[in-house]
């Protein structure tokens, strides 16, 4: 059986729209663009290095999909993009999507069903970037196995954001931390069953 595996990138506020540039999503005329790029350092890379270093293939909303397409098969010379061109990149969407990237597999019907019986196939496992709406359909049917999440010292009281109203009330377990010279956590967590209630007294 696969895992599923999330990265996200988020602000301390919990935004995770168009960390990497100006361009990378505008939609709602969202003006903070980039907020992530300029606080990257040789701990981030190392820890991105450990992150991806398993065999995997993609797992991806429209709007990430659409992104990534865009982007990445112009950069074969990069390892990231030289890698992603050539590893299946499945897409859930609930609305048309043009798979022009090489590899591309999109999952028909009911998202969740699609990732279940994805999920249940051996292969590699599914990384999962940024994607929301996706995340968030995942994180209901309680698909996700571990969650790698990025947070920047940034507020930005606008923007997508990953934990919205309605998120499956779920305790976590921290399995491993850094945190990088410029601030940023990196936290990885794995499904810890219901949540537990208790006093402070």
Not at 16 to 37: I, K, L, R, V, Y
Not at 102 to 130: M, R, Y
Not at 134 to 161: A, R
Request: overall charge negative; aromatic content about 10%.
């Amino acid at each position: 059986m696969k895992k599923i595996i999330v990265c996200t990138f988020l602000t301390m506020d919990g935004v995770m729209q168009g960390p990497g540039g100006p361009e990378e999503d505008t939609s709602g005329n969202f003006p903070w663009g980039g907020w992530g790029a300029l606080h990257w350092d040789d701990v981030m890379n190392e820890t991105m290095a450990r992150h991806t270093a398993a065999p995997y293939d993609l797992l991806l909303g429209r709007h990430t999909y659409e992104i990534f397409a865009g982007y990445w098969p112009n950069h074969d010379d990069d390892p990231t993009g030289h890698l992603f061109n050539r590893i299946n990149k499945y897409v859930a969407a609930t609305t048309p999507v043009h798979l022009s990237w090489d590899g591309s597999i999109l999952l028909e019907g009911n998202v969740a069903e699609a990732v279940k019986t994805l999920k249940a196939q051996d292969g590699p496992d599914l990384l999962v970037w940024g994607s929301g709406k996706l995340v968030q359909t995942l994180l209901k049917h309680q698909l996700v196995d571990i969650m790698h999440n990025w947070i920047f010292p940034v507020t930005l009281g606008t923007g997508k954001k990953l934990f919205t109203e309605g998120t499956q009330a779920q305790q976590w377990k921290l399995v491993s931390s850094v945190v990088s010279t410029t601030g940023v956590i990196v936290a990885s967590y794995q499904p810890n069953g219901e949540v537990q209630t208790g006093t402070m007294s």
